[in-house]
């Protein structure tokens, strides 16, 4: 399935793509893509719906039917940092022997093709495509071997940065990655059964029509699998938690000389079969 949620901003409700691409109401099933109904039991009664009764919604998704982010709400959103090997070499650091964590906050969060703000201030502005894992089923202490029983899907992430306040401005990343907007997130929650490998997917990123960032989770250094067994020795995971796992080198950062992002510009995104973003950048 590919759940989604459609509507004005704080008002979306839930819903899943049909075999033509639109998108069916799925509000008599559960009131949002969030929390205990992105639970196995829940996901495996929705798939036994018939999607084509469903409510037809008005209008396309990304066309004339704005997506919300595609999970309703995230308790953490939680980063992986210099996940992939070529991206730590155009930073100039070298690959962490633990993962590196950091946090974006909620209101980081915005829809796959809303406007991302250059913050105030801000002179690095930068782009990152990520896989996003959605958490299904919670648990701490999680297996290696069990941990993709804990996974209800992945979607599209654009770790937007801002990396004078992440790398210059003294303390933790999370000051540079958590500025309202830069957490697009989206378009759908592909659930897990439809993606057989998750470190099989090609992904790429486009500012202004030029190719930046192209790439694969075949060469993240800490796997999905790791990475949830990991994470959960330090916090119990719950269900609609995301944990967006690095990116592949092409950031404006690694750039020669560096390129940020300034305000009209626009940045189009995707990852195989989790669908694209697109933003256009604007002044906070």
Request: aromatic share 8%; proline share 7%.
């Amino acid at each position: 399935m590919k759940l989604v949620r459609y509507g004005l901003p704080g008002q979306e409700k839930p819903g899943v793509l049909d075999a033509l691409g639109r998108v069916r109401d799925l509000s008599a099933h559960i009131t949002d893509v969030a929390g205990a109904a992105l639970l196995p039991e829940s996901l495996a009664r929705l798939r036994g719906v018939v999607v084509d009764s469903l409510p037809l919604v008005d209008g396309f998704p990304q066309k004339d039917l704005r997506l919300g982010a595609c999970v309703g709400n995230v308790g953490k959103f939680i980063c992986i940092g210099l996940n992939y090997s070529d991206h730590a070499a155009e930073s100039g650091m070298q690959v962490p022997p633990e993962p590196v964590v950091f946090n974006k906050w909620t209101s980081a969060i915005i829809g796959p093709d809303d406007a991302v703000e250059i913050p105030r201030g801000s002179v690095k502005t930068d782009w990152e495509v990520e896989l996003g894992v959605v958490i299904g089923k919670g648990g701490r202490y999680i297996d290696e071997s069990d941990a993709m029983s804990h996974v209800a899907g992945y979607c599209v992430v654009n770790d937007v940065s801002e990396r004078e306040y992440q790398l210059d401005r003294s303390g933790t990343w999370d000051k540079g990655k958590g500025c309202d907007t830069f957490g697009p997130t989206g378009p759908w929650l592909v659930t897990a059964d439809e993606v057989p490998d998750p470190q099989a997917l090609s992904m790429w990123l486009d500012v202004d029509g030029k190719r930046y960032q192209s790439g694969s989770t075949s060469t993240m250094v800490y796997g999905v699998k790791f990475l949830i067994s990991y994470l959960s020795r330090f916090m119990s995971l719950q269900p609609g938690d995301v944990i967006s796992t690095g990116t592949p080198p092409g950031v404006g950062m690694g750039q020669k000389p560096p390129v940020y992002l300034h305000a009209g510009q626009t940045i189009h995104l995707g990852i195989e079969g989790l669908g694209t973003q697109t933003q256009v950048t604007k002044q906070a």
